[in-house]
């Protein structure tokens, strides 16, 4: 159970994400505004407001820097992409849950039949979806797009990938030192600061030892962002010189300790796949594997559909590394194949909310199907048409990236873009077997989108600032009457 702290901390990030756009350039202050909410901010704690969803760590940041950037700065965010596909996966994203709602309005009713007479008992139900549910899920969609339109318009320059790249790593530098903490003496800090634990316990230890988990939802989110930390702080050493070279080399190589001691299989995987190809990989190679990460997981649904996963030699491989990394593998399998069969039953829109998309016993109700990836989550939800629109509007920016790349010569290419770009593509990759998309992918996602659409309409954004010089550090704009009084 939360304590005080808990909800007074979300109820005063609307007051310090105040203070980060009063005190910092924009660009900065969106970026810390998502990355300190999404680290800082206590789990599981939400505001249950009526008619609106659950105000939480994730969704709070997301209004509130939209809020400041449009109300208080003044700022336009365009609420569509320049791109005509990406304008329809933004519509189809955001109306998708129409047809949901309207083809979910009869209650999921659970019988017992009683006695020696054919008679039924009505021991639960799920209710029906209504005219007025349709409102709070839109007003959903709208706020998970909100990191993607903010990033899109002000965080899609090469200056401001750069400033993306390097709160990745100075925020992984700094969770490292909890993290540490937890990793030696078990996780306790959100319990110690917020009063619970947001999750199985149990989950915590590997290996004899325990895994970090601080303020986040599960151990393997922590090790997943670790893993982006050391991604953008590789990304950082290739392109500085000098003594900045050698701090990012060895900031690097701290950030990639930790992540191995964070115990995860799959960051890890995923960590000595990467950092190599963002070391030394040209740009064009680099989109490639984002490219075809991005294509497995879009596709992922359509191949478990038909068969065509080899699942038995998965499991097979996991065995010869870790038998309960198998065990652990082949129980999320089996769940997939439940939850496979309840979206079955209605694959183009999908169950809705209320958990009508959970697999349930036929009597009791009670849940018998525990998901993990974040796909079938959504594909067992929205149906085909929520699940594309949402996996295409991830994907498009790494295609418009990678025609973009193809068109050009490498030293027209910002070399924070593609680094960005294979962050994105190895989260939705990890979304295939965890619910991992949170609002800082969107800002990656957004990010590259936006920087795609500035290399295809040149003077698509106008210029707000000066180019930056060698450093490339954000400067405060001035207005016209400053700039005279300077004068």
């Known amino acids: ?53 659950d105000m939480d760590k994730f969704t709070i940041p997301s209004v509130v820097a939209f809020l400041l950037c449009v109300g208080l700065m003044r700022k336009k965010v ?15 994203f955001a109306f998708s849950v129409v047809p949901t709602v309207m083809t979910n309005s009869d209650p999921v009713i659970f019988e017992v039949l009683a006695g020696s007479e054919p008679i039924r008992y009505i021991t639960d139900m799920l209710p029906g979806l209504r005219w007025r549910d349709l409102g709070s899920v839109m007003i959903n969609q709208i706020i998970i797009l909100m990191p993607f339109l903010l990033a899109r318009r002000y965080l899609s320059s090469p200056a401001a990938q750069k400033e993306l790249l390097l709160a ?58 670790m893993f982006s930390a050391v991604i953008a702080t590789t990304a950082l050493a290739r392109v500085a010189t000098g003594k900045d070279k050698t701090r990012f ?8 300790v930790v992540l191995i001691l964070c115990k995860s299989l799959a960051s890890l995987a995923y960590g000595l796949s990467f950092v190599p190809l963002v070391a030394l990989a040209p740009a064009r190679w680099q989109i490639r594997i984002a490219l075809g990460l991005a294509a497995v997981a879009i596709t992922y649904p359509m191949l478990r559909n038909l068969g065509l996963i080899p699942i038995d030699a998965i499991l097979a491989q996991a065995e010869a590394i870790s038998a309960d990394r198998a065990q652990s593998l082949g129980y999320r399998f089996e769940n997939e194949a439940l939850m496979l069969g309840r979206a079955a039953e209605k694959p183009w829109f999908g169950w809705g909310g209320w958990g009508r998309n959970l697999v349930r016993d036929l009597e009791t109700g009670a849940i018998i199907s525990i998901p993990d990836g974040h796909w079938i989550l959504v594909f067992g939800t929205l149906g085909w048409l929520g699940y594309l629109a949402e996996m295409g509007l991830l994907t498009l920016p790494l295609v418009l990236l990678g025609i ?3 068109r050009r010569q490498v030293s027209e290419i910002s070399p924070y873009a ?33 920087y795609a659409e500035r290399l295809r309409y040149p003077g698509l954004f106008e210029a707000r600032r000066p180019l930056f010089d060698g450093a490339q550090i954000l400067v405060p704009h ?9 004068i």
């Open 404 to 406: 973009e790349i193809r």
């Open 168 to 225: 990745f790593c100075i925020a992984g530098l700094a969770y490292s030192i909890p993290s540490l903490i937890e990793i030696r003496l078990s996780p306790q800090i959100n319990i110690s600061v917020y009063g619970f634990f947001q999750h199985d316990f149990s989950q915590t230890m590997r290996q004899g030892g325990f895994r970090p988990i601080v303020f986040l939802p599960h151990s393997l989110w922590l090790a997943l962002f």
């Open 418 to 450: 593609t680094p960005i770009a294979l962050i994105l593509a190895a989260t939705m990759v990890d979304m295939m077997l965890n619910d991992t998309l949170v609002p800082v992918t969107w800002l990656c996602a957004g990010s590259i989108l936006g």
């Open 1 to 53: 159970m939360p304590n005080a702290l808990a909800y007074l901390m979300l109820l005063l990030w609307p007051v310090i994400s105040l203070i980060l756009f009063r005190r910092l350039p924009l660009e900065r202050a969106i970026l810390w505004s998502f990355l300190a909410g999404y680290l800082l901010l206590p789990p599981v704690a939400e505001f249950d407001l009526p008619l609106v969803p």
């Open 249 to 256: 080399a060895f900031a690097a190589g701290y950030l990639f």
């Open 78 to 92: 365009p609420l569509l992409p320049q791109h005509p596909l990406a304008r329809l996966l933004t519509l189809g």
């Open 478 to 486: 001035r207005s016209a009457r400053q700039r005279q009084r300077q």
